[in-house]
Nanobody, 122 residues
């Protein structure tokens, strides 16, 4: 069973930065062929994709975070990261890590972490 554990959330002022981490276990030696993504869910809103990368390196992200958020993966450490810069109050949400075999990012499938809270406020 794949397990994902996120960390790195917290309270940050507008314009600040945070780096989220997601460590996977239970993937055996197959982590590198999982497609990995970060989603977020704000109160009263649907869960939305923030950034994703396929096992082949193809990346997707919405315009709302382009130029500010960067996803990276370290397959040797079974870990993906989300570097978030120039954070805005509207980025406040619970951020979830996702691992899957497909790249149909609009579908909420695959394995999920428990989430980490990010709050952007002065």
């Amino acid at each position: 069973q794949v397990q994902l554990v996120e960390s790195g959330g917290g309270l940050v002022q507008p314009g600040g930065s945070l780096r989220l981490s997601c460590e996977a276990s239970g993937t055996g030696n197959l982590f590198s062929i999982y497609n990995m993504g970060w989603y977020r869910q704000a109160p009263g809103k649907q869960r939305e994709l923030v950034a994703a990368v396929s096992s082949g390196g193809s990346r997707v992200s919405p315009d709302s975070v382009k130029g500010r958020f960067t996803l990276s993966r370290d397959d040797a450490k079974n870990t993906v990261y989300l570097q978030m810069n120039n954070l805005k109050p509207e980025d406040t949400a619970v951020y979830y890590c996702n691992a899957r075999w497909d790249v149909e990012w609009r579908k909420k499938t695959g394995y999920w972490g428990q989430g980490t809270q990010v709050t952007v406020s002065a």
